[in-house]
């Protein structure tokens, strides 16, 4: 079996997710696992999928024809996942939004060694003012050498630079 990672993006509609669905399906792919989601009128995601190698070549040739129902694919070789010894830890941030937090939450981040496995962020009104707050939801692989209180300190000291509430705690 062959691995590919895809990534998607169309315009949302009803249906979009069972054409490429249909379409792993029809060359004896298997959808193993997947993120998705709307954002401003557009649909995307990011799943993996397993084909027989023999059945590879169509499938990429089929994902690139869902072009014509207006769905773009990109698509990449799925490797294994490299053994190594991380932590998972999870954090939470929120804080007023400004341009460049994001660029200095993983500045930060890819300066300790810390990889993203998901990361989710958004702009909300804050409750009793509607001043606009950032809030971050991250799972970090950390590396099994950094200490969950260096990290935290690290956070910190740029938390009081953005004026952010900071959560971590380890995942089990």
Not at 102 to 107: G, K, Y
Not at 156 to 170: F, K, Q, T, Y
Request: proline letters at 6%.
């Amino acid at each position: 079996m062959d691995h590919l990672v895809l990534t998607v993006i169309a315009p949302d509609q009803a249906g979009q997710v069972e054409r490429i669905a249909h379409c792993i399906a029809e060359h004896n792919g298997n959808w193993l696992e997947s993120r998705m989601s709307r954002m401003a009128g557009q649909f995307a995601g990011i799943l993996r999928v397993a084909v027989p190698a023999e059945r590879y070549g169509d499938l990429v040739v089929s994902l690139q024809k869902l072009e014509a129902f207006g769905i773009r694919v990109l698509i990449a070789q799925g490797g294994s996942e490299p053994a190594n010894s991380w932590k998972p830890i999870s954090m939470e941030l929120v804080g007023n939004d400004r341009p460049g937090i994001v660029r200095d939450i993983t500045r930060l981040l890819a300066g300790q060694g810390v990889n993203l496995e998901r990361f989710t962020t958004e702009v909300r009104p804050a409750p009793m003012s509607s001043e606009p707050l950032f809030h971050a939801d991250a799972l970090l692989a950390v590396p099994s050498e950094l200490s969950l209180e260096v990290l935290q300190q690290s956070l910190e000291s740029l938390a009081d630079d953005l004026m952010v509430e900071l959560h971590l705690r380890p995942e089990d």
